[in-house]
């Protein structure tokens, strides 16, 4: 475990790190971010590193047994590991996009590194066990790096069961989310209350409730956040359609209102992972381009908003 003075500088700056190793993965068209860096993150409780924009499967990776659908969300998946990603985010809430991601993955025949992020999702505590088992054969992975309470369901047992698992070895972090908002008091009574390595709740510049204390409570108990639905289900782009980026936001290399949104939430501290979805690979590579380069501080992180705000 890290100690909190670590974490404090930790969280405050981002590590970058030299992404050599993702050169030969990037296409020609690609090579500026060849040359580039990656910001990742510090998971406070280990001190791992992880990127900052993982991916979300919610609906956009549900897409059942359609084989053409499924060389689709591959080769999202594969630009999102040619940019340097790693964190993918589900849950057996989610439909089929557990059998879809582990059929995917099976498909990329590269090296990549992968941290597994799913969750329990049942009122039942012995089903959650079966869920779980369920997973892991789903993704066809020997290992979860995290698992988390879905919604806070039954969580007290959940938990328990969690822990064990990482007792055991079988996942490396435990977990809780909830979204759009809802359950913040509970979410505050149960991270003060645990010992949990991560929390996710919404986080966009829209949705910024969590500012109000969720964000700082994580920061004090070195607890990593991730942030779900960066883009608000996608809602932030109709405020934005015909809207011309301001010109301060291009100089600093955003060039969409993706990077816009996405460098807002990954430049807060206690940030440790935003997880956009997409089933379109141009997105897909708009999102993660904004893990290169320019670091938004809290002054232009103000600025950011301020203009979203007035749009
Ligand atoms: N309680 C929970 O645990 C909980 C709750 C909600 C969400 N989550 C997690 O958070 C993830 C993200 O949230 P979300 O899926 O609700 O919404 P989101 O990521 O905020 O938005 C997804 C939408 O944005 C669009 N999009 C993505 N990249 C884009 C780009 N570069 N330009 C324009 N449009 C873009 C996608 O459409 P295209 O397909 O056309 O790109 C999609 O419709 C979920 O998938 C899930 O893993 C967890």
């Given at each position: 475990m890290i100690n909190k003075r670590?974490?404090?500088k930790a969280s405050l700056f981002f590590t970058i790190i030299g992404?050599?190793?993702?050169?030969?993965?990037l296409s020609e068209s690609n090579s500026d971010f060849s040359k580039s860096k990656i910001n990742k993150k510090i998971i406070a409780k280990t001190g791992q590193k992880v990127p900052s924009v993982g991916m979300g499967t919610w609906l956009t990776f549900?897409?059942?047994?359609?084989t053409k659908k499924i060389l689709k969300r591959t080769e999202v998946l594969k630009k999102f590991f040619e940019y340097g990603g790693e964190l993918i985010d589900s849950s057996p809430m989610y439909g089929t996009s557990e059998r879809v991601i582990g059929k995917c993955l099976e498909k990329i025949n590269m090296p990549y590194k992968l941290f597994s992020a799913t969750k329990v999702w049942t009122p039942n505590t012995w089903h959650g066990k079966q869920q779980i088992k369920n997973s892991f054969n789903l993704w066809k992975?020997?290992?979860?790096?995290?698992?988390q309470v879905h919604n806070l369901v039954n969580y007290e047992d959940h938990l328990e069961n969690l822990y064990e698992l990482k007792r055991n070895k079988d996942i490396d972090y435990v977990g809780i989310t909830t979204s759009h908002g809802w359950r913040h008091e509970k979410t505050i009574d149960i991270m003060k209350r645990y010992d949990l390595d991560f929390v996710q709740?919404?986080?966009n510049i829209l949705d910024d409730e969590a500012e109000k204390y969720l964000l700082d409570l994580a920061f004090e108990k070195n607890i990593s956040v991730i942030a779900n639905r960066p883009f608000k289900g996608g809602n932030l782009f109709n405020y934005t359609s015909n809207k011309k980026l301001p010109s301060w936001a291009k100089e600093e290399g955003i060039n969409n209102w993706a990077c816009f949104f996405l460098k807002f939430i990954t430049s807060h501290?206690?940030?440790t992972c935003a997880i956009p979805a997409t089933t379109n690979v141009i997105h897909m590579e708009e999102n993660m381009k904004?893990?290169?380069g320019f670091i938004p501080d809290k002054k232009f992180r103000k600025k950011m908003k301020s203009y979203f705000k007035e749009l």
């Amino acid at each position: 475990m890290i100690n909190k003075r670590n974490f404090i500088k930790a969280s405050l700056f981002f590590t970058i790190i030299g992404i050599s190793s993702f050169k030969n993965l990037l296409s020609e068209s690609n090579s500026d971010f060849s040359k580039s860096k990656i910001n990742k993150k510090i998971i406070a409780k280990t001190g791992q590193k992880v990127p900052s924009v993982g991916m979300g499967t919610w609906l956009t990776f549900d897409v059942g047994h359609n084989t053409k659908k499924i060389l689709k969300r591959t080769e999202v998946l594969k630009k999102f590991f040619e940019y340097g990603g790693e964190l993918i985010d589900s849950s057996p809430m989610y439909g089929t996009s557990e059998r879809v991601i582990g059929k995917c993955l099976e498909k990329i025949n590269m090296p990549y590194k992968l941290f597994s992020a799913t969750k329990v999702w049942t009122p039942n505590t012995w089903h959650g066990k079966q869920q779980i088992k369920n997973s892991f054969n789903l993704w066809k992975v020997n290992k979860f790096d995290l698992i988390q309470v879905h919604n806070l369901v039954n969580y007290e047992d959940h938990l328990e069961n969690l822990y064990e698992l990482k007792r055991n070895k079988d996942i490396d972090y435990v977990g809780i989310t909830t979204s759009h908002g809802w359950r913040h008091e509970k979410t505050i009574d149960i991270m003060k209350r645990y010992d949990l390595d991560f929390v996710q709740f919404t986080y966009n510049i829209l949705d910024d409730e969590a500012e109000k204390y969720l964000l700082d409570l994580a920061f004090e108990k070195n607890i990593s956040v991730i942030a779900n639905r960066p883009f608000k289900g996608g809602n932030l782009f109709n405020y934005t359609s015909n809207k011309k980026l301001p010109s301060w936001a291009k100089e600093e290399g955003i060039n969409n209102w993706a990077c816009f949104f996405l460098k807002f939430i990954t430049s807060h501290p206690s940030i440790t992972c935003a997880i956009p979805a997409t089933t379109n690979v141009i997105h897909m590579e708009e999102n993660m381009k904004s893990m290169y380069g320019f670091i938004p501080d809290k002054k232009f992180r103000k600025k950011m908003k301020s203009y979203f705000k007035e749009l």
